[in-house]
């Protein structure tokens, strides 16, 4: 595989599924500990309705109302979860499943009803996204890498995959400690002054930041796999938080790599003539992650569980 | 127009789906009450993505067999077999390894999810033309309904109905109480197994008229809806079917009487209004009721209050409490009492006294233990009794006979 078809046509996919797949993993781990897996699952649905209500104020496709109309659909689902879970004490898996489908359902009647045909807005592409159309026109090689004019041209959603990135990255940095006792040990975290709830919200939010940016450009699909194969492959794999991240990054990153390459070229080895969803074979693979994981992993028992 | 459609005046298609979602409603919610009740409401979930692969690989094997790929039976097996492949995956995780149930459900139901993808790509490539149908199994499609569709899903949904008829004893049993199930003889995995075959079952046939998406919901919001009307379980079973079959039944006429609005969505909504509805205005657990008991208690106790200080003397400052006892009749609006005022001030007074000796008499403490500072003394004392305790506390000091 040359620079000249690899650059522009593969290269800036590739990356942007790695860094969404990173982004979604991070946090991932938390919610994973925290037995909060299944809110990657709820955030990913309602980005739907707030895309729409977006799009439906706006009245264009534009990338930033868009993501703020996602964020408060996140958020709105949260309290609501939260709202029917505490007035109507429900246990939270239903409650989090009236919510999420009920917004979804909205998200899709609000869609097919308004006038969205002249743009690109549809249920399928809010599911698996469109990763292989986000290819660098301007670049013609590896040389462009060091072309300012031909960096100018990379696709927006690179750029926007890339600072969240960041930003996730900063944030479990940053509150390293008090998310590491508190998802351990919450009643403890409290004891020493920490405001867990907050942080347990905030780590919400994050999550929700990278599902809608990941959502963007990725689809929902593997938002959900992201936010949890990797994280529970990693915790089959060692009993340190520490060494869990550092697994989930690497699951999140070979899923994305096996994932794309094998999408793309994976069928014509196998001499059928077009490539299949990246996104959907990404989240594949990560399965595949956890299933050797759960077959191998050295720490894939439960300790001091009975043997069944 | 509406009511055409809610009579079932708007054609054959249009009254083979309402019929068809009425029926999927009612088994939907009778067997998401035990999903619900053994608080597993999300597992559905993952049954309901895992069915995506099954539909496509059966596509791709009716196809490649020379068979028209859109059979709805071959479908509808297809999809059974790896939404039972998905529930073994989630159970085997959850059991084996030391992952928690909800990690399991979303690492099956979006990898199964993302292969289906995978695969109706493949589907895309392989024959263009005749893979169209095969989305609206994403969000379902009653447009091209046919008779014979109709027929499995209304035989399907009655079969599971008689299923849940048949076993709802033991899976009340075990969705309440496990470890007296298996005390009892039940053999408590197998009967989860049952509900969770159930719950397959529905939503196999619920795919083609909601779609893989949203069945979830037609399984989870009539159950939680129901258990706000009743605290027993044959009410609760019951009361979900006829919600989920209401919303099965007027969602499907919506969007018969306006063709743009797809069917899924719509059930759904539907679904969720009677959730709203539930939610609010329930007697007893809805939040409606709550307020009026924080408010009748906050009542209760603000009159107490102000009795007690009317009979001492004291000033009242606070303003409910003075507009409470102003509206009785007890005070006027300066704070002097009526003449019924000081008389239930006295009687206030003279029943906390009398608590108070009942409180610290050891052959009371059965009624001392429900004293919490509003019930009346008549509720918990006999005449008699009463009578005993104010001998014991005299007749009132300083006031001339």
């Known amino acids: ?308 | 127009m509406l009511w055409d459609a809610l009579f079932l005046q708007l054609g054959y298609n249009a009254t083979l789906v309402t019929i068809g979602a009425c029926f999927l409603g009612v088994s939907a919610g009778v067997t998401g009450t035990f999903l619900f009740l053994r608080k597993r409401s999300l597992v559905s979930d993952a049954i309901s993505h895992a069915t995506l692969p099954g539909v496509a690989l059966a596509f791709i094997l009716m196809v490649s067999f020379g068979g028209e790929g859109r059979n709805l039976i071959g479908l509808l097996l297809g999809s059974a077999i790896s939404a039972g492949f998905g529930l073994l995956c989630v159970s085997w995780l959850t059991r084996q390894t030391r992952l928690a149930e909800d990690a399991a459900i979303g690492a099956v139901l979006s990898v199964f999810f993302g292969f289906g993808i995978v695969l109706l790509t493949v589907i895309q490539s392989m024959s263009s033309g005749r893979q169209a149908g095969l989305e609206g199994f994403l969000l379902g499609s009653t447009a091209g309904m046919l008779w014979s569709d109709a027929i499995v899903i209304a035989l399907g949904g009655a079969v599971t109905l008689a299923i849940v008829l048949a076993y709802r004893r033991p899976m009340g049993m075990v969705a309440f109480d496990p470890e007296f199930a298996a005390s009892n003889g039940l053999n408590v995995g197998r009967i989860d197994l049952i509900i969770m075959g159930l719950a397959m079952a529905v939503t196999v046939v619920g795919l083609k008229i909601v779609g893989l998406i949203l069945i979830v919901a037609m399984l989870i919001i009539p159950p939680v809806s129901a258990r706000f009307w009743t605290d027993r379980t044959d009410r609760v079973t019951l009361i979900a079917g006829v919600t989920g079959g209401v919303s099965g039944y007027v969602g499907a006429a919506l969007s018969a009487a306006a063709p743009a609005v797809p069917t899924g969505p719509i059930i759904v909504l539907v679904s969720f209004s009677i959730f709203a509805i539930s939610l609010f205005f329930a007697p007893n657990r809805g939040v409606l009721a709550a307020v009026m008991r924080h408010l009748r208690f906050q009542r209760r106790v603000h009159m107490r209050q102000g009795l007690l200080a009317l009979a001492q003397g004291q000033p009242i400052y606070e303003k409910l409490t003075m507009r409470l006892l102003t509206r009785a009749g007890l005070a006027r609006a300066d704070g002097v009492p009526t003449q019924d005022g000081r008389a239930r001030a006295a009687k206030a007074l003279r029943d906390e006294k009398r608590w108070e000796v009942v409180r610290a008499d050891q052959t009371f403490e059965g009624a001392a233990a429900l004293y919490d500072g509003l019930r009346e003394i008549e509720t918990v004392l006999t005449e008699d009794q009463i009578g005993e305790i104010d001998r014991r506390i005299g007749g009132p000091i300083g006031v001339p006979t």
């Open chain 1, 1 to 308: 595989m040359n620079g000249e078809e690899f650059v522009p046509l593969s290269l800036t996919p590739l990356l942007i599924g790695m860094f969404a797949a990173v982004a979604c993993a991070l946090p991932g781990n938390f919610l994973v500990l925290r037995k909060q897996a299944l809110i990657g699952d709820a955030i990913s649905h309602v980005v739907l309705p707030g895309i729409v209500v977006a799009f439906l104020i706006t009245g264009t496709v534009s990338t930033w109302p868009m993501m703020i109309g996602a964020a408060v659909a996140s958020i709105v689902a949260v309290g609501l979860i939260e709202a029917i879970r505490k007035l109507g004490r429900i246990e939270p898996g239903a409650a989090m499943g009236v919510t999420f489908t009920s917004m979804f359902a909205a998200g899709v009647l609000l869609l097919e009803q308004s006038d969205t045909s002249t743009v690109h807005l549809d249920v399928e592409h809010a599911l698996y996204g469109n990763l292989e159309s986000l290819i660098w026109l301007d670049a013609v090689g590896w040389q462009s890498l060091w072309d300012p004019v031909a960096l100018a041209g990379l696709p927006n959603e690179l750029i926007r995959m890339g600072l969240t990135l960041i930003v996730v990255t900063a944030f479990i940095w940053l509150f390293w400690r008090p998310l590491k006792l508190s998802t351990f040990d919450e009643g403890f975290a409290r004891t020493l002054g920490m405001r867990t709830g907050v942080l347990g919200l905030a780590l919400v939010i994050v999550a929700a930041v990278a599902a809608v940016a990941a959502f963007d450009a990725v689809g929902s699909i593997i938002v959900i796999a992201m936010f949890i194969c990797p994280p529970a492959a990693a915790r089959l794999m060692t009993n340190r938080l520490e060494l869990q991240i550092v697994w989930s990054v690497v699951f999140a990153l070979v899923a994305a790599i096996l994932g794309y390459f094998t999408a793309g070229y994976g069928p014509m080895w196998l001499g059928a003539e077009n490539a299949v969803s990246a996104a959907g074979m990404i989240a594949t693979i990560s399965g595949l992650i956890l299933a050797l994981a759960a077959f191998f992993g050295p720490c894939r028992k439960r300790t001091g569980a009975p043997v069944a």
